[in-house]
T-cell receptor, first 112, second 110 residues
Framework: KAGVTQTPRYLIKTRGQQVTLSCSPI?????VSWYQQTPGQGLQFLFE???????NKGNFPGRFSGRQFSNSRSEMNVSTLELGDSALYLC???????????FGPGTRLTVT | SQQGEEDPQALSIQEGENATMNCSYK?????LQWYRQNSGRGLVHLIL?????REKHSGRLRVTLDTSKKSSSLLITASRAADTASYFC??????????FGTGTRLTVIP
């Protein structure tokens, strides 16, 4: 079975721009979660999608949004980028969110 | 905060020794999971222990859970250089939200 894939792997953006990150879950997994990881804040939950519906949302501003398609692939979007958005963005899929999560390699976003 | 906390923050041991790291959390849980992360990469699921379980084994890993103390420990026996990584506990609560701890950075010296 192919693992979770994330594209792109690395991204450099300028403050004020917007960015879209993509995640393809393991086949059959309907739950996709997104996390932001920074040295200062650690791993923080962004949101979770299950069958195209956002089921849970972390404590992030509205600039962070996401969606899930009928094939379970998910995208997250960050608008009006700030320097503090520089982070490793991790996507994880699972059969159900409370089960073990399978993580992708992450997208390293640098905002300059 | 619902986030767990690992202790110690960093641990350095010799190859062959055992490594123990602890996780404390604040709210009631459905299950607790441990993950490993090699530098700057995705997390790998290690083991899941349910709230009604007290101990679980997987290869060289042993996890205990004490819900009365809201704590868990991960023991890695006979450590290897390849075990060098950061280890995170993650708790799953009533709303099935998953919260990760702050992590323990383990260094195994060959």
């Amino acid at each position: 079975k192919a693992g979770v894939t994330q594209t792109p792997r690395y991204l450099i953006k300028t403050r004020g721009q917007q960015v879209t990150l993509s995640c393809s879950p393991i086949s059959g997994h309907r739950s996709v979660s997104w996390y932001q990881q920074t040295p200062g804040q650690g791993l923080q939950f962004l949101f979770e999608y299950f069958s195209e519906t956002q089921r849970n949302k972390g404590n992030f501003p509205g600039r962070f949004s996401g969606r899930q398609f009928s094939n379970s692939r998910s995208e997250m979007n960050v608008s009006t980028l700030e320097l503090g958005d520089s982070a490793l963005y991790l996507c994880a899929s699972s059969l159900f969110r409370e089960y073990e999560q399978y993580f992708g390699p992450g997208t390293r976003l640098t905002v300059t | 905060s619902q986030q767990g906390e690992e202790d110690p923050q960093a641990l350095s041991i010799q190859e062959g020794e055992n490594a123990t790291m602890n996780c404390s959390y604040k709210t009631s849980i459905n299950n607790l999971q441990w993950y490993r992360q090699n530098s700057g990469r995705g997390l790998v699921h290690l083991i899941l222990i349910r709230s009604n379980e007290r101990e679980k084994h997987s290869g060289r890993l042993r996890v205990t859970l004490d819900t009365s103390k809201k704590s868990s420990s991960l023991l890695i026996t006979a450590s290897r250089a390849a075990d060098t990584a950061s280890y995170f506990c993650a708790t799953v609560g009533g709303a099935n939200n998953l919260f990760f701890g702050t992590g323990t950075r383990l260094t195994v010296i060959p």
